[in-house]
């Protein structure tokens, strides 16, 4: 694998554990100033453990969407990697500093406005529905396999009228 992956860091209008329900617009601002470049990616929101780099964030009608790309040279990294691949680690959550936000109802704080410093993987996210997707393959590889379903076979394919048939067992001749 090359570290490729996307998925959800946040989903708009879904409480989390902490009570905090994001809307829609609430990165719009930060992602804006900073930029994917400027929001680090790390594991378990320690800054001592940057893993790699963000390369698009995006808000959509769903959430946060976020496509990354784990620094293999780094040993955690590969861990992460690995175990991602495995179905091990799936989990994503935000680090942010809150600009705006408004009480609502049920205890619960919406969020309007954030400023976004990181996104980390985790083990276990705040918002359950914060999740990597997928593990991205390298371009190479999704090529050579569209290649592979498209072209055509060198092989004919089997037929009744294609099938081998037994030769014909010699006769000796009843003339002579």
Known sequence: MDGH???YASLFGVPDLGRDV???GAFAASL???GAEGVRMLWQHDPAEPVGRWLSLTEDARG???AGQLNLAVQRARELDALMREGALDGLSIGFRTLRSAPERGGLRRLHSVDLWEISLVTFPLQSGARIATKSAPL???LRAFARRVAPSR???VSASTRPVAAPSPRTSRFA
């Open 64 to 66: 946060l969407r976020v």
């Open 5 to 7: 992956f996307t998925g």
């Open 155 to 157: 092989r004919p394919p």
């Open 32 to 34: 804006a100033q900073r």
């Open 140 to 142: 190479a590889a999704e």
């Open 22 to 24: 994001v809307a829609a």
